[in-house]
């Protein structure tokens, strides 16, 4: 609680809010003694502010304070002024008359984009509008096996039914209407929920598994994973971070109410207890380790120093009774960041190790960094049918990059762009299939959130994308090649194009480019993408 003349009690009771924070700020410097009627009901969406203010501030005779006297163990004795009414909106109705929240949220299901989230254990897919995935690769001496299980999924019945909700649903509706809220950075943020069931089944319930998709309010986000936690057996709730949901009035970051506590020294006490002073003292040293008080306390002020000698050990004593220091705080975001991702995860990513897998419908593709883009399709039997849409060799990467120098890395871009070719023969054109990888730094709270999905612009031409902030510290690494000096990649020679044991049936699917999109094609924005000023 940061009062406007330097009061602070947030340094060491962070967890207390509305009035209550300045009956335990004060209190819990002392026994106190209570010299008021009652307060109204605490409310803990409403932020105070204390402010310790002079005997002369005339706010005593006010009648718009309850007033509350309070005594700590140095017998210093105060009254606090709390507001008779604080927090009440006396604006008009307003009636909000837009879309509802369901149907701005409806291009994204129909767009069908998938994002990853990728944990020291597993990666979550989550594919809006289809399916929530969560799988893992299990090595038992040579052979690799994917275990996965399915989270939840959206049948085109539950989809046809809730765009059918979304083009009836948009009513007038009060702006002050109440939307259930999630607690997320201690804030209470308003989400709309759509149910992703008939996942997997469970093991210890014998269910089905179901998923709780929370989209709340974010300008910043991607309509990324923000966090999944399970909170039953095989129950789980998804926080996505969604822009399209700020259109909506209802769902956006209010802006919290705050007001002023005043508290004035009675019968010669201090302008502020003393004990507060030593506790925000140790507190300030707590948080920086180069700032230091200096001193006579007794007075009811300090002033503060910074020593520029790091070996100095003496400070200068100054106390003024009338001087103030104002503490300046950053602004908390709403979506602090994260912690990074685990390290061996991402080493083993860019040494091709872990591969990332994507994919909807009938073809899903695999792509391991450094090694190959390859694109399956497996029966309910356990048979796979696989085609090799490119691997790595450095040479042609090389020759791809003289042939096409904007496909270059420069200092400054967002991205790199890496060649896969040599993959299976495509019956239309004749020729290998080849894929362009691009690996575009996308600033995110979620290090471990990106999304990857595959193009065909042109048959048999494809374009992978992976969008993750993994990438944004490795550019500094990356030579004009775009490789990273940190990856290098495995000898070609023992990655063999694998051919797959496709037969004409199998080809037909995947030269029918609908089968791998997974994101609206413009073949205008391919270049354009190049070059991400972002």
């Given at each position: 609680m940061e009062g406007p003349k330097g009061g602070s009690c947030r340094a060491w009771l962070a967890t207390a809010r509305g009035p209550l924070r300045l009956l335990l700020c004060v209190a819990a410097l002392a026994p106190t003694v209570l010299a008021a009627n009652q307060i109204k009901g605490l409310d803990d969406a409403i932020m105070f502010r204390l402010n310790w203010a002079g005997g002369d501030s005339g706010l005593l005779d006010?009648?718009?304070?309850?007033?509350?006297?309070?005594?700590?163990?140095?017998?210093?004795?105060?009254?606090?002024?709390?507001?008779?009414?604080?927090?009440?909106?006396?604006?008009?109705?307003?009636?909000?008359?837009?879309?509802?929240?369901?149907?701005?949220?409806?291009?994204?299901?129909?767009?069908?984009?998938?994002?990853l989230r990728l944990d020291?254990?597993?990666?979550?897919?989550?594919?809006?509008?289809?399916?929530?995935?969560?799988?893992?690769?299990?090595?038992?001496?040579?052979?690799?096996?994917?275990?996965?299980?399915?989270?939840?999924?959206?049948?085109?019945?539950?989809?046809?039914?809730?765009?059918?909700?979304?083009?009836?649903?948009?009513?007038?509706?009060?702006?002050?209407?109440?939307?259930?809220?999630?607690?997320?950075?201690?804030?209470?943020?308003?989400?709309?929920?759509?149910?992703?069931?008939?996942?997997?089944?469970?093991?210890?319930?014998?269910?089905?598994?179901?998923?709780?998709?929370?989209f709340v309010c974010y300008e910043e986000g991607q309509h990324d994973i923000y966090s999944i936690k399970e909170i039953y057996s095989c129950e789980y709730e998804i926080v996505i971070l969604s822009p399209i949901l700020c259109q909506h009035p209802l769902y956006r970051s209010r802006e919290l109410p705050q007001t002023y506590l005043h508290c004035?020294?009675?019968?010669?006490?201090?302008?502020?207890?003393?004990?507060?002073?030593?506790?925000?003292?140790?507190?300030?040293?707590?948080?920086?380790?180069?700032?230091?008080?200096?001193?006579d306390t007794s007075s009811g002020s300090v002033k503060l120093k910074?020593?520029?000698?790091?070996?100095?050990?003496?400070?200068?004593?100054?106390?003024?009774?009338?001087?103030?220091?104002?503490?300046?705080?950053?602004?908390?975001?709403?979506?602090?960041?994260?912690?990074?991702?685990?390290?061996?995860?991402?080493?083993?990513?860019?040494?091709?190790?872990?591969?990332l897998h994507g994919g909807s419908r009938w073809w899903k593709y695999e792509f391991c960094h450094g090694r190959k883009v390859e694109q399956y399709h497996?029966?309910?039997?356990?048979?796979?049918?696989?085609i090799l849409l490119g691997y790595f060799n450095m040479e042609n990467h090389k020759k791809w990059i003289t042939q096409n120098p904007e496909k270059s890395y420069k200092p400054g871009k967002r991205q790199v762009s890496h060649f896969y070719s040599g993959g299976t023969t495509c019956d239309v054109t004749g020729?290998?299939?080849?894929?362009?990888?691009?690996?575009?730094?996308?600033?995110?709270?979620?290090?471990?959130?990106?999304?990857?999905?595959?193009?065909?612009?042109r048959t048999c031409e494809y374009v992978l994308v992976v969008e993750t902030s993994i990438v944004c510290p490795l550019l500094q690494h990356a030579d004009h090649l775009g490789w990273f000096s940190a990856a290098l990649p495995p000898d070609a020679a023992q990655i063999t194009k694998e051919s797959s044991s496709s037969s004409s049936g199998s080809v037909k699917h995947d030269s029918h480019k609908g089968t791998v999109e997974l994101a609206p094609i413009d073949e205008d924005e391919e270049e354009d993408d190049d070059y991400d000023d972002e």
């Open positions: 006010s009648p718009d304070y309850e007033k509350l006297v309070m005594m700590s163990s140095m017998n210093e004795r105060y009254e606090c002024l709390v507001p008779i009414k604080y927090g009440d909106n006396n604006d008009k109705q307003e009636f909000y008359k837009g879309p509802s929240p369901l149907a701005l949220l409806m291009p994204l299901f129909k767009q069908q984009s998938c994002n020291r254990y597993w990666t979550y897919e989550l594919c809006h509008g289809r399916y929530i995935k969560q799988y893992r690769e299990e090595r038992e001496g040579k052979l690799t096996r994917l275990l996965e299980f399915t989270l939840g999924t959206l049948t085109e019945e539950s989809l046809a039914s809730l765009s059918e909700q979304a083009k009836t649903s948009s009513h007038e509706i009060p702006v002050s209407a109440n939307i259930p809220t999630t607690k997320i950075e201690g804030l209470d943020t308003p989400y709309f929920m759509v149910n992703y069931t008939r996942g997997s089944i469970c093991d210890v319930t014998g269910q089905p598994r179901t998923s709780h998709v929370l004035i020294p009675m019968e010669g006490s201090p302008k502020r207890p003393r004990n507060l002073l030593q506790i925000e003292a140790e507190s300030l040293k707590l948080r920086s380790s180069e700032a230091i008080l200096a001193g910074v020593l520029d000698d790091e070996k100095e050990d003496t400070t200068t004593t100054t106390s003024s009774s009338s001087s103030s220091t104002s503490e300046r705080r950053p602004r908390v975001p709403l979506f602090s960041p994260q912690p990074a991702i685990d390290q061996k995860l991402v080493e083993d990513f860019l040494n091709g190790d872990y591969c497996e029966e309910q039997d356990g048979t796979r049918t696989s020729a290998p299939r080849q894929v362009e990888v691009k690996l575009k730094c996308k600033e995110s709270n979620s290090p471990s959130s990106m999304a990857v999905y595959l193009q065909e612009p």
